[in-house]
């Protein structure tokens, strides 16, 4: 919205989100800062070679029916003025592989597999549009960050 509030496009199915402390934080952090490094050596690109920070790391929990509306990680409001920019990568962990539905989703329809423990890095751009469909059983876990 443009007075920079935040409306859920899925209200009530939306996922709960979370920054909590927990013992493997650290640990995930590393496996995100690997992951983003080996993305970037793997582009090559001469105009892309590095970023300048990133968040810390999200947790998201997704109950029975819970879901992530299609969006973007064109997000603005992880900036407060000392941090400023926009988040060019995003760094997306499955934590669990014991639930059904909660497909990662990107461009429209195209399912993109997912198993525990693995990391999908991917341009944080308006060209990258993605969801979660609704979980169906179980609980699925995951976490975010993003980097500038």
């Known amino acids: 919205m443009s007075d920079g509030s935040y409306t859920t496009r899925s209200g009530e199915k939306e ?14 952090m590393e496996k995100i800062w690997k992951a983003y490094y080996s993305y970037i050596q793997d582009l090559n690109f001469s105009w892309f070679n590095s970023w300048q920070g990133f968040t810390e790391v999200r947790f998201n929990r997704y109950k029975e029916t819970r879901l992530m509306a299609e969006h973007c ?6 900036f407060d003025g000392q941090r400023k920019g926009i988040p060019v990568m995003t760094a997306l962990g499955l934590l669990n592989d014991d639930y059904k539905g909660g497909e990662f989703v990107m461009f ?7 198993k525990a423990g693995e990391i999908k890095i991917f341009p944080s751009c308006f060209l990258f549009p993605h969801r979660i469909d609704p979980v169906t059983e179980g609980t699925r876990y995951s976490f975010v960050a993003w980097a500038w």
């Open 15 to 28: 996922l709960d989100i979370g920054y909590s402390q927990t013992s493997t934080r650290d640990l995930i």
């Open 73 to 78: 990680d064109h997000i603005h409001s992880l």
């Open 108 to 114: 429209g329809d195209t399912v993109i597999p997912f």
